[in-house]
């Protein structure tokens, strides 16, 4: 049996603790021993979403095999030494010391960082809040644009929905890929995502901009990506010249259209090869006739950050446009 601690704090999101809880509930459906626990230093715990939680004031008796989680609050409501107390720091550190596994959901890796589990330690977080962390914690190695970082036991996550990728991951390196893919069914996930798929998608990335032109010519790229787009039909979608509609593209994103085109399929054949497909097989699904355009455009790529032709920046060069989720 193995229980699934998680530390609760006021103004926490509901879906750091909710998507985690709901994997290892599953597993435990699926017939494995897991006792989920939730404590923290109140018996009713506000959440941001405005649904209360409740809490056990009582900690459990932790062994190695357990796991403790942090799922991760809004930051501006707490001051700068963050929701969780002293004693509450020293159980995270005493936990990992004692050979047990400590995770963090989000702006969790603050209480992680709080309890001296970053130092030295590749980490990671919300990108909203990253550089603040790295600022706070200068001994922890900060990892940007990453869903979710293991190292020696310390686990921490981009927040949000990757707060599913991380447990479906610790749930498949105690069980198996297959199990952790049964949960993803049972979850009506898509799939597990790999730790180092990046937080935001192409789609997100270079779609912040304000050109309706672009936007439905986006459209129809995102929906075909796999297919002969030729110019004059993104063109005329768009209703411009093909010369303009290159030079509108080039000037909102930073790529031609066939070089976004490409940053789709690159990353969709990334996240197909990183689950077991081949590179051949991969290439073939995305739309490139053989794989050695697939090879060559991985090749030119820095790791994680597709860089297709036609770019004028880093394919992670444009921000998404959505507030701050934390």
């Known amino acids: 049996m193995a229980r699934v601690v998680f530390l609760l704090v006021p103004h926490l999101h509901l879906l750091d603790l909710a998507g985690p809880a709901q994997v290892f509930s599953t597993a435990a459906d699926l017939g494995y021993d897991y006792r989920l626990h939730y404590v923290a230093d109140r018996e009713v715990v506000p959440t941001v979403q405005g649904v209360p939680v409740v809490a056990d004031l009582r900690w459990p008796e932790l062994t190695p095999d357990d796991l403790l989680v942090v799922p991760g609050w809004r930051p501006r409501a707490h001051g700068p030494q963050g929701p969780v107390g002293p004693e509450d720091l020293r159980r995270l550190a ?15 890796a603050y209480a992680l960082g709080g309890a001296g589990l970053l ?13 603040d962390l790295a600022r706070r914690h200068p001994a922890a190695r900060v990892v940007r644009d990453v869903l979710y ?4 036991r310390v686990v921490t996550s981009a927040g949000i929905a990757s707060g599913i990728d991380v447990a479906l ?5 105690r069980h198996g890929p297959a199990t952790a893919a049964r949960i993803a069914r049972t979850l009506v996930v898509y799939a597990r995502r790999n730790g180092h798929e990046q937080q935001t998608s192409a789609m997100m990335r270079h779609r912040s901009h304000l050109s309706d032109v672009v936007h439905r010519v986006q459209d129809l790229i995102d929906g075909r990506y796999a297919e002969p787009l030729p110019l004059a039909e993104l063109a ?18 930073g790529l031609t259209p066939l070089g976004y085109q490409q940053l789709l399929r690159v990353e969709r054949a990334e996240h197909l090869i990183g689950h077991g497909t081949t590179v051949e097989s991969a290439a073939r699904t995305v739309g490139f006739t053989d794989a050695r355009m697939l090879r060559r455009l991985r090749a030119r790529a820095t790791p994680g950050r597709p860089g297709p032709a036609g770019s004028s920046r880093p394919a992670s060069g444009t921000p998404p446009a959505a507030p701050p989720a934390v």
């Open 94 to 108: 005493a936990h990992h010391a004692a050979g047990g596994t400590v995770a963090s959901v989000c702006a969790g």
């Open 119 to 131: 130092d030295g330690r590749r980490c990671t977080t919300h990108h909203d809040v990253q550089d």
């Open 169 to 173: 991951h610790l749930v498949a390196t």
């Open 236 to 253: 005329a979608v768009g209703g411009v010249a093909e010369r303009t509609l290159t030079r509108l593209f080039r000037r909102t994103t």
């Open 149 to 152: 970082v293991v190292d020696d």
